[in-house]
């Protein structure tokens, strides 16, 4: 038997061409076709503002667990980790432990209690006991700041992935798929609203988390099931040699990187529950026992799909080698696609990129709902309109703001093509931690919260991670920044959370003390920590 398993992948040289361009389009254009049609059977079904936002909050925990793992596994997660573990070793994999380890804290500290609390959006939970108005501003634009950001990389990822498929070097080329896949994006969320994304994410999730068992089968069996061999092969085709095994080899150079790795690990660990895609997820359910199981059902398909990773990021140095995956086009984020070429030839590569592919289309599809949501949900009914916008006004200005966010993310990721994604995911997870994690966590917790808390904190943890971020190593001064001609960093970490996380929460903590107590809404305080741990109320809320 072991015999029969043993066999020796095929070897990639250099600038080779790999795949065949005419099967990846039939193959794209299937998926395509598929998912359409699933966002066209759920348009008939979305009438309301609660359908177009939530679904009608009339999805299982098990449906809603695979919905949230195909929005939560994106392009980085994919592309980008396995780039990451086959180029930097040991570091890349960080990302996965990071991504998974994330998921406790949203788990045991927030799903529950959000969807007791919320209806739409995350600045529903923020303003439920604080002043409506400052507050949902404040919320809105955190939340149209993570969106974009989480869109940029998806984006990029894009431009990378079919620039290897159909073999396109030039930049021009690029811009234009990254434009392809902006145009897709907003045709799903017009047309489906959450249903159509939510039965696009489980369907990713199953293709995504099914294709790459797959390729850890094949990885696994081509080494006879001997991972000790995987490694050795893995530092022979590594120009690093043993270092790609050990620590350090990107974060442990100078005392800088080490500091970097903490910055990355606070971001990765706590972003994800400040995250307002995910956070949006649990109020596609009908009950806070459902919310409870499709975490549980998310986490189980998203660890296996971290510790699949390990195996494909090394079998990808294995098999394929660091020189070959940065040097092809899309850079370290072609390290999957190349390694399932490696594996099973032209049509594994091409039915593992349509699933990257699917996996880019569902996450930004899931994003610019989110964004959408957020601008008109929060800001055009909560502060213009004072609560008082009719639904069709409400969807009307949502449908807009779709159109709006695909272009400005279709723009921005042209800018960011070649960068490696799980990094810019990195960064939307640092903006996620600063910004929105402080409030969500003090006003489910902190009885004495109070609304200059919540703004202070929201406002000074989004502009402390964007300024950081725009004055760091990642946009100028070094040949991975995104300008490289020009340098004017001067924070000298790649990610701004080691920083920007603790401004978020100490801005909260000095807001609270010195500004005014809302005593009026002391009510609503006690209210919502009732509410929040016994569910007691929520059906009310909630407009089926």
Not at 207 to 218: I, Q, S
Not at 225 to 244: H, P, R, T, V, W
Not at 468 to 492: E, K, N, R
Request: charged share 10%; aromatic share 8%.
């Amino acid at each position: 038997m072991t015999d029969v398993l043993a066999w020796e992948p095929g070897s990639i040289e250099i600038g080779q061409q790999v795949g065949s361009t005419t099967l990846n389009i039939i193959i794209f254009l299937l998926f395509i076709g598929l998912t359409m049609g699933l966002v066209i059977k759920a348009s008939r079904t979305t009438k309301k503002a609660t359908d177009f936002y939530t679904g009608g909050a009339t999805f299982t925990g098990p449906q809603n667990g695979f919905a949230i793992a195909g929005d939560y596994l994106s392009a980085a997660s994919f592309l980008g980790i396995c780039g990451a573990i086959a180029v930097q070793g040991y570091d890349g994999f960080l990302y996965s432990i990071g991504f998974l380890v994330a998921w406790l804290v949203a788990l045991l500290l927030v799903a529950e209690r959000l969807r007791n609390v919320g209806k739409f959006t995350m600045a529903d939970v923020l303003s439920f006991r604080l002043k409506q108005r400052p507050v949902r501003m404040a919320a809105a634009l955190a939340t149209l700041t993570v969106s974009l950001f989480y869109l940029i990389a998806q984006m990029a990822g894009a431009g990378g992935l079919v620039a290897l498929l159909l073999n396109i070097k030039g930049e021009t080329g690029q811009a234009i798929v990254v434009a392809v896949v902006g145009v897709l994006m907003i045709v799903y969320v017009l047309v489906g609203g959450m249903k159509g994304t939510t039965y696009v994410q489980m369907v990713k999730a199953v293709l995504l988390v099914g294709g790459a068992l797959v390729m850890t089968l094949m990885v696994l069996a081509a080494v006879k099931g001997n991972f000790s061999d995987l490694l050795q092969k893995a530092m022979d085709g590594s120009k690093s040699g043993e270092k790609i095994i050990e620590p350090g080899l990107k974060y442990g150079k100078t005392e800088t990187t080490k500091l970097d790795f903490i910055s990355l690990a606070l971001a990765l660990v706590l972003g994800t529950a400040g995250l307002p895609h995910v956070l949006m997820r649990f109020y596609t359910v009908p009950t806070a026992k459902e919310a409870r199981r499709s975490v549980t059902w998310a986490i189980g398909l998203i660890g296996a799909f971290y510790i699949f990773t390990l195996v494909l990021g090394f079998g990808a140095a294995a098999y394929v080698g660091a020189d070959v995956i940065t040097k092809a086009p899309g850079g370290v984020n072609s390290a999957a696609p190349l390694l399932a070429f490696s594996l099973g030839g032209t049509v594994l590569m091409a039915v593992i990129s349509a699933v990257a592919f699917a996996t880019i289309l569902a996450v930004v599809a899931g994003l610019a709902i989110t964004a959408s949501a957020s601008l008109a949900h929060d800001i055009y009914n909560g502060v213009i309109k004072r609560g008082k916008a009719s639904e069709e006004s409400q969807v009307r200005v949502s449908r807009i703001t779709v159109v709006v966010i695909g272009v400005a993310s279709i723009i921005l990721g042209i800018g960011a093509m070649g960068q490696n994604i799980a990094f810019l995911v990195a960064l939307a997870f640092a903006v996620a931690a600063s910004a929105n994690l402080p409030t969500i966590l003090f006003s489910l917790f902190w009885r004495k919260f109070n609304t200059t808390g919540a703004v202070l904190s929201m406002y000074g943890g989004l502009i402390s991670a964007i300024v950081l971020i725009i004055f760091s190593p990642a946009v100028s001064g070094t040949p991975t920044s995104m300008f490289t001609s020009v340098d004017f960093h001067w924070f000298p970490l790649q990610n701004p959370g080691l920083v920007s996380i603790p401004v978020g929460f100490g801005l909260a903590i000095l807001g609270t003390l010195i500004g005014k107590p809302d005593t009026e809404l002391t009510d609503k305080a006690v209210e919502m920590e009732v509410r929040s741990l016994t569910g007691v109320g929520v059906e009310k809320a909630i407009d089926h």
